[in-house]
């Protein structure tokens, strides 16, 4: 998938909860697969730009289940994630 190209993949959301991510002021991490379905990508990157506070991390050889995928490079980013946040 094209750098950009989520945009148009994640159709309009209809939760309402979605409005006020960015009201949410706790760490966040959002982590999602290269591979994985363009929906859920685009979705990903939407959510992510929507929240001041949740980075997101692209995993280049991982489909739907990153931490299935590639368990150890999944458990590397959660860790560095945790250890990032203030005590």
């Known amino acids: 998938m094209k ?4 945009e148009n993949a994640c159709p309009t ?3 309402p909860a979605f409005n006020r991510l ?3 002021k706790i760490p966040m991490l959002l982590i ?3 591979h994985d379905n363009a929906l859920y990508a685009g979705c990903g990157g939407l ?5 001041a506070v ?3 991390s692209n995993h280049r050889r991982c489909a739907h ?6 368990p150890q490079e999944f458990q590397g980013i959660v860790n560095d994630f945790l250890e990032s946040l203030p005590s």
């Open 65 to 70: 289940l990153p931490n299935m995928d590639q």
């Open 3 to 6: 750098s950009g190209s989520w």
């Open 13 to 15: 959301p209809i939760a």
């Open 54 to 56: 949740c980075p997101k």
């Open 47 to 51: 959510y992510a730009r929507e929240s």
């Open 32 to 34: 999602v697969g290269a």
């Open 22 to 24: 960015a009201e949410l």
